[in-house]
Nanobody
């Protein structure tokens, strides 16, 4: 079964930087299909960055998606963080997420909290 494990989150001051990681295992997949999402409290999950070259307007110039194919690991480098970046960050395929047991599968995500 596919397993997605996000890590690297934490509390950071506004203007700071953070690097998130996502380890994928248990299934055949293409790293090129992977992407980062985030969900803030009370809001819908949104696509942040994808290996297709997509970046949400709110993060362009600040976030960079990268991958290590040999390690099946996806990264998200985040710079100049602000309060609006506070959310739980998830990795998954785009546009369709991984499915397991007939339903969408999402990992636990990693919490990023930006303080002032």
């Amino acid at each position: 079964q596919v397993q997605l494990v996000e890590s690297g989150g934490g509390v950071v001051q506004a203007g700071g930087s953070l690097r998130l990681s996502c380890e994928v295992s248990g299934t055949a997949f293409s790293m090129s299909d992977m992407a980062w999402y985030r969900q803030a409290p009370g809001k819908q999950r949104e696509l942040v960055a994808a290996n297709t070259g997509y970046y949400a307007d709110s993060v362009k110039g600040r976030f960079t998606i990268s991958r290590d194919n040999a390690k099946n690991t996806l990264h998200l480098h985040m710079n100049n963080l602000n309060a609006e970046d506070t959310a739980v960050y998830y990795c998954n395929k785009n546009p369709r997420p991984f499915w397991r047991g007939g339903v969408e599968y999402w990992g636990k995500g990693t919490q990023v909290t930006v303080s002032s």
